[in-house]
């Protein structure tokens, strides 16, 4: 088993640090917070919620394929020979979902080689667990091999939350947050709020862990957790399986929430034990009451919780949600009035169960106990019916116990284990059509096109019973609860209740779980990338600062109104060059709306007057070695945190990125990559900035966290007005900006010692 050591140590030491953190904190902690402040790399003080701004130490990394590519090369700049803590990649994104788990698993190896080469090899050298194309999709995996109880991780993917149904506060971030850690710095994050939900009662028949989360995110709405941690508690909680935690905490995402999670309980020592980690289980059995809220929480949640909400299993319906959006909730018994209501099309084309969201054991044995009585009550499936477990371990113990055989008896495909359809990598045969057409499935996301790239697919979110169900009908407002179907004897048939186990009865069976563990030492070991690759790239160090002021930049654009990380560096087809600094560099600002002509990436090149796209200004002034000047309105960066956003402007020349204000993220990845990132003293200042200005940065010498600095204005060769600016750097960012990076001085550290 992976991290015995790490989590042994970690609980050895708990009792002395809870014991510190209370005698600071002085008031009874949730488990979110006993976590949390146990994970500190600041000192331990009564934090803030929603406010403080904390460094913390999380245990571990992971990496998906797609997100791992720049977060890596970026991590090779630094110059370590191996990373700072535990770290994985998981190659899941990249395959696409055609033909079925064989043929597309062999076609992804073919397409994306050079990626997993260069995956592999990186990994291998720097001492990176890889997991394979095919071995599953990194949450799953997560949750089979590493998450532990009370542990703190960080992931290059907003779903990296499913761990907290183990248990542990898991995060998902962007690379450059991934950076810090794998190179031993410190990780910001705002200290979160926290919801508590508290369940009473028990799932019973069709109702399964996913109705929980798609009821929840009909009440909280997709932004309803932004800033929060929900903590889960109450008799309900203790009673569902180690999975159906993680597949609520899988989709806290779809309500915005940092991350959730469950207190350790039986559920969770049944899966540790069933998944080879009898060692975590008698190690956290020393330390349990560390591992769940204080009991005056669970006596008084409100006064201990932002906002608590209460949940009845007893009640609970089988949710359908969507379409469009995971926060439309109907429930099963009204489905059939919205879909008249709202004109859905009725007929459900594809019935879709798996991806990281609901693949255990559990989804797919219950799933199995509807399609075997399909079989036995002589139905048939009248929608495609798709299959994508989340790991070779599920799918080589359903394969052992029977159920792909059952799933084949209605007709059924299966896709490799990886993300395929759930992330827009389905060769869907006629989306380009752009017909109207209703898909059910019980992945996690549902935004327009995000499956088939149809804006026009009408796409709902239920649990995998529930799909499985829907699938035999082919009809969105049948409601197993209640309707019958038509054998195909012209009989009337009611399905029951899906039937199923929490755990495998003969335990997990895997040949190969398509682990390659890294090299002891990587020192000889070669990164892979092929020179001439069009999707991988080195990095090249970015310059240092010369000490002196910046002068004679030219405006790349002066950004009007909302300019977020995606205007910045766009996704879509985009996202095939997140390797390739220099290509991905041909999307830099194309979002943006240019404030001089309301349009968007149409500026003007101050050399040449002509106008043209932003992103070919940019490279003009790069080619000729002219450096520019972005300016930017209110909250630049907001959204996710993306470093192209960041490192993009920086290879093409921008030296300084000034604006009203920034979203605090982006600021930082700014600092991070060397760019000077500052904002108007006087907002107002802004209206000052014209076309054709040019500008100089002074009072630059002897940069200091005091430094007064200001902005001259030059029009026609004349400073015309010099403005007051301000800036955030701290010392330790002065010495990044120095350095030309974060990572030029970290590189520069480890070279001095
Ligand atoms: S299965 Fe879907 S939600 Fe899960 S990691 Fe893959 S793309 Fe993301």
Not at 31 to 54: A, C, F, M, P, W
Not at 328 to 352: F, G, H, Q, Y
Not at 492 to 521: C, H, M, R
Request: proline fraction near 3%; include cysteine.
């Amino acid at each position: 088993m992976f991290d015995l050591k790490l989590i042994q140590n970690y609980y050895s030491k708990l009792n002395n640090k809870m014991l510190a953190v209370k005698h600071k904190v002085n008031r009874p902690l949730t488990l979110s917070e006993k976590i949390l402040y146990t994970h500190l790399d600041s000192e331990i003080q009564n934090y803030s919620r929603g406010k403080d701004y904390v460094d913390f130490k999380p245990d571990r990394v992971a990496m998906q394929d797609a997100t791992a590519q720049m977060a890596l090369l970026q991590f090779i700049m630094a110059n370590k020979s191996k990373v700072s803590v535990p770290t994985t990649v998981h190659a899941d994104h990249l395959i696409q979902a055609k033909l079925g788990s064989k043929y597309d698993l062999k076609n992804a190896l073919d397409i994306n080689s050079e990626v997993y080469d260069f995956l592999s090899s990186v990994s291998n050298k720097y001492g990176i667990g890889f997991w394979k194309p095919g071995a599953g999709i990194i949450h799953q995996v997560i949750l089979e091999n590493y998450a532990f109880p009370g542990g703190m991780m960080i992931g290059t993917d907003s779903h990296t939350v499913n761990a907290g149904g183990l248990g542990m506060i898991a995060i998902g971030v962007g690379g450059a947050d991934a950076v810090d850690v794998m190179v031993g710095m410190p990780w910001e994050l705002k200290f979160p709020k926290l919801i508590g939900v508290e369940l009473k009662g028990n799932i019973s028949g069709w109702v399964s862990a996913k109705d929980v989360i798609l009821k929840l995110a009909g009440i909280l709405t997709v932004k309803g957790g932004t800033g929060s941690i929900v903590e889960y508690f109450g008799d309900g909680a203790e009673k569902l399986s180690c999975t159906g935690k993680g597949t609520i905490c899988n989709m806290g995402a779809e309500i915005g929430a940092t991350t959730s999670i469950f207190s350790y309980d039986d559920s969770m020592e049944r899966y540790l034990a069933m998944t080879g980690r009898e060692e975590v289980v008698s190690a956290a059995s020393q330390i349990k009451h560390h591992l769940k809220a204080d009991q005056e929480v669970f006596d008084n949640p409100s006064e201990y919780f932002d906002e608590v909400i209460t949940i009845d299993l007893d009640e609970l319906e089988p949710y359908i949600n969507g379409p469009f959006t995971p926060d439309k909730a109907t429930p099963i018994s009204k489905m059939s009035n919205e879909c008249k209501e709202n004109n859905w099309p009725r007929k459900v084309d594809v019935s879709l169960i798996g991806s990281c969201t609901n693949s255990s054991y559990e989804d797919i044995s219950r799933a199995a106990s509807i399609a075997q009585q399909a079989v036995d009550k002589k139905l048939k499936a009248k929608s495609e019916y798709t299959i994508t477990p989340g790991s070779e371990q599920i799918r080589s113990t359903i394969d052992r116990d029977g159920y792909i055989d059952i799933f084949n008896k209605i007709g059924a495909s299966v896709f490799s284990n990886a993300c395929g359809p759930c992330i827009g990598q389905w060769s869907r045969e006629g989306a380009e059509d752009n017909k109207k057409n209703t898909i059910v499935h019980s992945f996690n996301r549902n935004f327009s096109k995000r499956a088939d790239g149809n804006p026009n697919t009408h796409a709902f979110v239920a649990s995998p019973e529930i799909v499985t169900a829907l699938a035999l009908s082919g009809d969105l407002t049948f409601n197993p609860l209640a309707d019958y179907l038509i054998n195909e004897n012209g009989k009337q048939v009611k399905l029951d209740p899906p039937s199923g186990l929490e755990l495998p009865s003969d335990g997990f069976s895997v040949d190969d779980l398509g682990y390659q563990k890294p090299a002891d030492n990587g020192d000889e070991i070669e990164v892979v990338i092929n020179h001439k690759s069009n999707r991988l790239q080195y990095l090249e160090p970015f310059k240092p600062w010369n000490n002196k002021n910046i002068t004679d930049l030219k405006l790349l654009i002066k950004a009007r109104g909302k300019c977020t990380t995606d205007h910045i560096s766009m996704a879509g087809p985009w996202l095939q060059y997140r390797g390739h600094l220099d290509n991905i560099s041909n999307n830099l600002l194309i979002g943006a709306t240019n404030d001089f002509n309301g349009k968007v990436n149409y500026i003007k090149n101050c050399i040449t007057n002509e106008y043209d796209e932003t992103s070919k200004v940019a490279r003009y002034y790069k080619n000729n070695n002219i450096d520019s000047i972005v300016i930017g309105d209110e909250n630049y960066g907001e959204g996710s945190s993306r470093e192209h956003a960041a490192m993009e402007p920086r290879y093409m020349g921008v030296r300084v990125v000034l604006v009203k204000s920034f979203a605090r993220i982006h600021e930082t990845n700014l600092k991070k990559q060397g760019i000077l990132a500052l904002t108007f003293k006087n907002k107002d200042d802004y209206l000052k900035i014209k076309e054709d200005d040019s500008f100089n940065i002074i009072n630059m010498e002897n940069f200091n966290v005091e430094s007064k600095i200001m902005l001259e204005i030059v029009r026609n060769n004349d400073v015309v007005d010099t403005i007051e600016l301000s800036h955030t750097y701290n010392e330790n960012q002065i010495d990044w900006f120095k350095a030309g990076s974060s990572l030029n001085l970290i590189a520069q550290n480890i070279s001095n010692e």
